[in-house]
């Protein structure tokens, strides 16, 4: 898919099909991740797909919205701040940053392989930590539930409403 196209098209889904996601997509969508880039090539994330029946129970008890009934995979993002760049001049940490990047990576690939996701960002993180011991060193930046749209599935009201590009952007 053409990037605009890609970026004109995602939206945040909250209705999804009960297909199952290929694993040759879900492949596509972490190499996807693995090229991002990150501040001095540092790559202090970490990315966990929860596929299991018992590990996406969990998950989902975390992120409870109903919506995320018929999702059959869900990717978990997290930084960590051992190893991030760390800016000279004011000592800010970048792993929220790359995590970010890479998470941003990650969306754009899942609509790119004609899937739909949206990133969740309101979860009770200790809950998942508590759940993924893993995880607990992490700052998790995000949830993707990754799946197929379903049928009547539609962005939110809010989703076509930009600020103008003179609001957005100053020449200097």
Known sequence: MEFFEVVKNRFSCRKFSQKTVEDEKLEKIL?????????KNAQPVKIW???TPESLEKI????????LKDVNVIIA?????????????DK???????????????M???????????????FDEPKVKEF????????LVALFPVGYKADDAQPSDRHSIRKSKDELVKYL
């Open 77 to 89: 993002v997290g930084g960590t701040a051992e190893g991030a760049f760390v800016r000279p001049s």
């Open 49 to 51: 797909v929860i596929k």
């Open 60 to 67: 989902k008890s975390a992120a409870p919205f109903a919506w």
């Open 108 to 122: 754009l690939e899942i609509e790119n392989e004609g899937l739909s996701s949206t990133w969740i960002g309101m």
């Open 31 to 39: 190499e996807a991740a693995r090229l991002a880039p990150t501040a």
């Open 92 to 106: 800010r940490n970048f792993e929220d940053v790359d995590a970010t990047i890479v998470a941003t990576h990650i």
């Open 132 to 139: 993924f011991p893993e995880m607990k060193n992490f700052d």
